[in-house]
């Protein structure tokens, strides 16, 4: 984003994340997708950098900030390295925040810290076998157990749940009240029952970590739950509303990496005696880039400054991350295009993004689901 559009201590968080992007994730960018290990280093430097602590009050050992500053970080993470923005969005927007939005005081001193230092690794466990998109169908089971509950079911596609020592789980204390049987539970990964399954063999975003979890007769203390009763369908909608919006900068972060390389490449490569980029219809392609680049961030941009001064954001975040994960998968589709054959190659940055982009239309809320959240909130304005 050009820089009049920032702040100064934007700008100065957007520089210093750029730097450590193309310093530190994007060589190792490649590295990690072909290892499928998870980024160790990335995310210990995320928190030397104070970055797992954004938008956490300072009081919990976080680093303040705004949902804008959030997204600006999560772009330049992205742009580095698609797979540790993922690891990072799980574990900030999705895991901290979501003890931070709606945990008592007592929770957040007790769990926040560690998770906003880095100390430990947060997960959220929301999507079953049958329970994506359909996140009222929850089929994982709390029951009441000696004051506290007893967790019973299966979640599967879970970021971090391989390295995560703090998850937020969704679960369900009586099927029949469909959503609003649904309760957040904070359980520690050390607690009894709990059996992670690691998955293997994803297209892309390789080096973020996702597991199957298995929940038999786990134990958690009834103070774990966030929240009232039954509130906890509630509460995940507000903080994927709010997480959208990082996702959203996920994928112009993806988008821009894709731009950059097709650009550098256009510029570099010569063909019929001049540059790639001296043909019309590249120059084309890439003035269309550029101009759905620049609106794939001004949607996000805008939801993000909404959320911040406390407007209505759901519709805005839903067309961010609607807008900009297409964005992302036909930036990355030309850029393939762009640079031919040695495009298709791995291990070429444009080939890596291909496979990273897609995957940004599915998680956190399906395109599909995005449009019906859209088409919602403006029938209702009309209907109000």
């Known amino acids: 984003m050009s820089g009049y559009l920032l702040s100064e ?4 968080l957007k520089n210093t994340v750029r730097d ?17 290990e998870f980024p160790w280093d990335n995310f210990k430097a995320l928190a030397e ?10 009081e919990y050992g976080g680093s303040g900030g705004t949902t804008r500053q959030v997204a600006i970080a999560a772009e330049e993470i992205a742009r580095g390295c698609a797979a540790t923005s993922t690891m990072y969005i799980a574990h900030l927007s999705l895991c901290t925040q979501f003890i931070h939005m709606y945990g008592t005081e007592g929770q957040k001193r007790q769990f926040v810290p560690d998770l906003a230092t880095g100390k430990k690794v947060g997960a959220f466990a929301l999507t079953e076998p049958g329970a994506g998109s359909d996140a009222g169908n929850i089929q994982t089971a709390s029951t009441r157990s000696n004051g506290g509950y007893l967790l019973n079911g299966t979640k599967t596609f879970i970021t971090n749940a391989a390295e995560a020592e703090t998850f937020v789980v969704m679960a369900t204390h ?21 059996t992670v399954n690691p998955l293997h063999g994803k297209m892309g975003i ?52 894709a731009f950059d390389s097709a650009v550098a490449y256009a510029k570099q ?25 620049d609106a794939a961030r001004l949607l996000t941009m805008r939801s993000a400054t909404l959320r911040d001064e406390g ?34 190659l791995a291990p070429t940055t444009a080939e ?13 809320g399906t395109s599909e689901v995005q449009r019906t959240i859209i088409a919602r909130q403006i029938l209702q304005d009309d209907l109000s």
């Open 269 to 293: 490569r010569e063909i019929f005696g001049q540059h790639v980029a001296d043909f019309q219809g590249i120059q084309w392609m890439i003035a269309d880039m550029a101009t759905q680049l």
């Open 174 to 194: 009586d099927r029949s009240l469909r959503t609003r049987g649904v309760d957040a539970l904070i359980v520690e990964g050390d607690s009894r029952g709990i």
């Open 206 to 257: 390789r080096a973020s970590s996702i597991a199957e979890v298995v929940f038999e007769d786990c134990p958690v203390p009834g103070e774990n739950r966030l929240g009232a009763e039954g509130e906890g369908f509630r509460e995940t909608m507000q903080v994927l509303n709010a997480s959208r919006v990082a996702i959203a900068a996920q994928c112009v972060g993806i988008a821009q990496a």
């Open 49 to 58: 950098l104070g970055l797992l602590g954004l938008g956490i009050d300072e």
């Open 9 to 12: 201590e934007e700008l100065l």
């Open 311 to 344: 407007l209505p954001f759901i519709k805005e975040a839903s067309m961010a991350k609607l807008y900009a994960s297409r964005a992302a998968v036909e930036l990355a589709d030309r850029a393939v295009q762009i640079h031919g054959g040695i495009g298709y």
């Open 20 to 36: 450590f992007a193309d310093n530190e994730l994007a060589p190792r960018a490649a590295g990690y997708d072909e290892s499928q």
């Open 352 to 364: 890596r993004l291909y496979r990273d982009a897609k995957v940004t239309e599915i998680y956190e």
